[in-house]
């Protein structure tokens, strides 16, 4: 388990849930990992359990500053990230709406966080790879799509799915403009995923029975699920791979 072994990666959302298993992972296969996530006290744990190969950077993704402080707090600490995964979003469950009724407001805090927050992570990471003074040259970003963004996977999404969408197309117009220097960027579309995200589906049989009852293999993702994908993306395995979308979901997305 040594395939990321000599690289420094940077997870947002690494707090919990996908962020955090990828995050930890990564450090089994020997990455120092930089946990970034708004919530200081679940970095703090995930740092605390993952131990030295780990380091906390409290951010939040939609706020340019703050991204930018942090990358520049991590080059200063010798950190810089050779990998970068653009993972922490929001689904705003209960307000997210069928477009008539679909407030402005959770339009924006959606697309602030999802959208915009990728986008900032995306601009601050690559800043970061083309100007590392260590001689290492590229890197890879991997951003986290989803399922909404290439089907109608419910009426209510409508502000989370444009936003997913939206990761798509970034994630290829950012690979075709850096892949000279050598800088990947690939989109991970997770599929259904018990996560805290999710709880108003896995808390909910119904529900949970309906989404479960439309994955071909069968069952509901776990965390764990993702982690493989995001180590091939991030290693050497990966060289090759840009520009592309990488669905684990059961399936889900052939129907
Ligand atoms: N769970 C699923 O079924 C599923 C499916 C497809 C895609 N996704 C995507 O996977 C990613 C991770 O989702 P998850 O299920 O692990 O969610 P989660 O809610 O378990 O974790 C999200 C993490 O992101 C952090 N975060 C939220 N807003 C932030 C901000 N502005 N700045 C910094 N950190 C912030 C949270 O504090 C949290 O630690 C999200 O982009 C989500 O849209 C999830």
Known sequence: MTRLEGKTALVTGAGTGIGLAVAERFAREGARVVIADRDADAASLAVATIGDAARAAVLDISDEQSVATAFADLEAAGWAPDVVVANAGVQLFGHDAKVADLDLEVWRRTIDINLTGTFLTVKHAVRSMLSREDGRSGGSIILTGSPTGLNGEGHDFTAYSASKAGIHGLARTV?????????????????????????????????????????????????????????????????????????????????
């Open 175 to 255: 690979a075709a403009a850096y892949a000279d220097r050598n800088i990947r960027v690939n989109t991970v579309v997770p599929g259904y995923t018990e996560t805290t995200l999710v709880t108003a589906i896995s808390s909910d049989p119904e529900a949970r029975a309906a989404i479960v009852g439309r994955i071909p293999l069968g069952r509901a993702g776990s965390p764990a699920d993702v982690e493989g994908i995001m180590v091939y993306l991030a290693s050497d395995d990966g060289a090759f791979a840009t520009g592309a979308l990488f669905a684990v979901d059961g399936g889900m997305t052939t129907l």
